[in-house]
């Protein structure tokens, strides 16, 4: 799967161009649960998209092509996988896994590293398409070029995720209920979820 992002990163990477009303919603979803000021990391920052709207100056990625892109836009890049984080414990205040966890091998080897390297009370906020949702059974059945290999996983499943990993508090913003190339404005993001294909999870460090 990373041979294929590899490979078409710059595809990837023009999809938030074509769709920027999904991305700006996903964002302002996003946005709902992120602390105001703080070290941040994403993992699996891709092509520095999200972090670079929202203010998260470091990310790791298996990718190299899509890090080089991350690197342009600002990003302080580290060629790394979430299941090894490359940095010492208690570094960030908060960590941001957007669409990554359905790409994951381990997600709660991830979800472990994260929490080694979160300050106390830190927070991680974790962004999925819901299989549930129409949106989820939509790629699921599509299986498309960068989909067709994911574990999609469903809100439930996350939320327990946190659990064994060791985190508590857990919150949930919703957004996209449209297809996003049916959409031509930035949708309001609303606490829960059943109703959202982009579902934004967000957890304490107990």
Known sequence: MNDTFDKHYKRYDAWYDKHKFAFLSELAAIKKVMPRDGKGLEIGVGTGRFASRLGINCGVDPSENMLKIAKKRGIDVHHA??????????????????????????????LIEAKRVL???????????????????????????????????GVEEVTNLFKMSGFGRVSYY?????????????????????????????????
Request: proline letters at 3%.
């Open 119 to 153: 300050k106390k009370r830190g927070v991680v906020i974790i962004g999925i398409i819901d299989k549930d949702s129409f949106l989820g059974r939509f790629y699921q059945d599509k299986k498309s070029l960068f989909y067709g290999q994911a574990h999609f996983f």
């Open 174 to 206: 919703q957004t996209l209920y449209k297809f996003p190339d049916r959409m031509n404005a930035v949708e309001k993001s609303k606490k829960g979820f059943g109703r959202g294909g982009f579902v934004v999870i967000s957890a304490k460090k107990k």
């Open 81 to 110: 996988r979430g299941e090894r984080l490359p940095f010492d414990s208690s570094t960030f205040d908060y960590i941001a896994i957007i669409i990554t966890l359905c790409f994951v091998k381990d997600p709660i080897k991830v």
